[in-house]
C-alpha cells in the first residue's frame, strides 16, 4: 500500500504532509484555510463576536435590549447609527439588573471620565462627572436628514457581580451646530449588580431612526 506522502506526490495540485482525511470530523494540524466561503465558529476557542440582536429606532421613545444579556459572554459590544427626532438631543444609555422592569436612574449611578473635540475648535475639552442619572452614547446632534450619531459602546463586568461595570465609548456625531464632534469617554456603573439589559434613548424627544446591534464577545 502506498504510503500517505508518496499518495500526495501524485495527487495534482497537492500540498501539505500528513495524513489524510475524510469528509466527517477529520483534525487537521496548523492548516491554511485560505478565505472560506463559510463556516460556523461556535464551538472554536479564543475572543470572538457574535450577533446577538439588533433594534431599530422608528420615533421610539427607547431602545430596550432584554431578554438578550447572559453570562454566555464575557463583553458585550453596542454599536449603531441613530438620528434623534429632537435638534440637538443627546444620546443616553442606562442598565437594569431586573431585565428592563426598571431601569438604573440614581443621581450618582453613573461615573464618567473623558474628552471632547469638534471640527470647529482645537480645544480638547474634559467630559468628567462623579455622578450622573446615564451615561454617553453621543453628545449633541442635529436631527438633519443627512445628520447622525455613531458609536461603539463596549460594556465589561455585566456578569460579574463582585464588580462595578465599566464602560468605554467612542463616538462621533454631526451636533446641531452643523460641526462633528467625536467623545472619547469611559464610565462607570456604580453597582456590584449583575446587569441584564441596557436601553439607549435621546435626552429630548425620540430617536428618529437607525439600528443599533449587540454584540457578545466570548472565550472560550
Not at 178 to 201: D, K, L, Y
Request: overall charge neutral; charged content about 10%.
Amino acid at each position: 500500500m502506498a504510503t500517505n506522502n508518496s499518495l500526495n506526490v501524485g495527487l495534482s495540485g497537492s500540498t501539505g504532509t500528513g495524513s489524510f482525511v475524510g469528509s466527517t470530523s477529520p483534525e487537521l494540524v496548523t492548516p491554511d484555510l485560505g478565505t472560506p466561503a463559510s463556516g460556523v465558529l461556535t464551538n472554536c476557542t479564543g475572543y470572538y463576536a457574535t450577533l446577538v440582536g439588533s433594534a431599530t429606532a422608528s420615533s421610539s421613545a427607547s431602545l430596550d435590549f432584554t431578554s438578550l444579556i447572559s453570562s454566555t459572554y464575557d463583553i458585550y459590544i453596542l454599536t449603531g447609527t441613530l438620528r434623534p427626532a429632537t435638534d440637538g438631543s443627546a444620546l443616553y444609555f442606562r442598565t437594569s439588573s431586573n431585565n428592563g422592569s426598571t431601569w438604573d436612574n440614581g443621581a450618582t449611578d453613573y461615573k464618567t471620565s473623558g474628552v471632547l473635540t469638534t471640527s470647529g475648535s482645537a480645544t480638547v475639552t474634559g467630559n468628567t462627572s462623579t455622578g450622573r442619572t446615564e451615561g454617553f452614547v453621543g453628545g449633541s446632534t442635529g436631527n438633519d436628514a443627512t445628520e447622525s450619531g455613531v458609536f461603539t459602546l463596549t460594556c465589561h463586568n455585566f456578569n460579574r457581580a463582585a464588580m462595578y461595570k465599566l464602560f468605554t465609548l467612542q463616538s462621533a456625531n454631526f451636533a446641531a451646530s452643523g460641526e462633528v464632534a467625536f467623545f472619547n469617554i469611559s464610565f462607570t456603573r456604580q453597582s456590584a449588580s449583575v446587569v441584564n439589559a441596557v436601553q439607549i434613548f435621546a435626552s429630548s424627544g425620540n430617536l428618529a431612526s437607525g439600528t443599533v446591534y449587540l454584540y457578545g464577545l466570548k472565550k472560550s
